[in-house]
């Protein structure tokens, strides 16, 4: 059986039609010769209403690949801490297919990393990236990767299983990191801790990453992820880090006072 959606219906629609609707206003059209060979990238996990429009810049510029790895942080707190679920996922326009190949490699590279349903079947991250990619890339695989906290050297070691397993499969992956920035604190302050934590994304540094949110105090609740993913990207030949979107809550809401922050970037 397939993974039944948790989150369409609170983070987006959950009728096929208004759905389809929302992710054409939210993805500006670009041409072929616009988009890149994306290792990896970070996109925001908020309501589509908030941070959509930061996401669809991203998958708009992303160029077709046959597996995309959805990285995002254990918001519920159950389940192993690196969690992989195998099951196929349901959305709205169709159910997903996860690339088991490739789940299975990474588990074989890693013990840190272990199947277990229990972590994503509420779990909203990895479920609401999953309309962008069904609706860009509808025959792609994917593998969600759900993580809570560990030791930098175990990060690193996950984004090296990650790395070998996609050289393994000679398959073309785009490994994507799901967060969103800093948590309601008023803007002034939230853009400033931002862009420490944009700044030490665009160097491509995983250790700089969690230094910069550790000490700093910056409630980037998906910091684990993007530092797996900058730790795998830069294993794979990654060299080239650009921030296509950073926007805030407040400027849907009007509420400048209370924001959450959300970057978008690739790395090629």
Known sequence: MARQTFAAGRFYPDHPETLLEELDALIPPMEDAGKKAVIGA?????????????????????RARETYIVLGPNHTGVGDRFSL???DWETPLGDMR???????????????VSSD????????????????IKKMFPEAGFVPLVVSCGDIDELR????????????????VTILASSDMTHYEPRDSASVKDKKAIDALMSMDGEKLAET???????????VPSVIMLFASKELGAVTPELVRYSDSGEVTGNSADV?????????
């Open 213 to 223: 949110v550790l000490t700093g105090n910056i409630s980037m609740c998906g910091w």
């Open 42 to 62: 970070l996109v925001p996990h908020a309501g589509y209403m908030y941070s959509g429009r930061v996401a669809g810049d991203v998958y708009a510029r992303i």
């Open 157 to 172: 070691s996950i984004g090296q299983a990650i790395a070998s397993s996609i050289r393994s499969s000679g398959k073309k």
């Open 260 to 268: 959450v922050g959300y970057a978008g970037m690739i790395i090629s």
């Open 117 to 132: 349903p229990s972590a994503h079947a509420m779990e909203h991250c990895v479920e609401v990236q999953l309309p962008f």
């Open 98 to 112: 996860v690339d088991t190949e490739l789940a299975g490699s990474i588990m074989d590279q890693t013990r840190l």
């Open 85 to 87: 679920s195998l099951e």
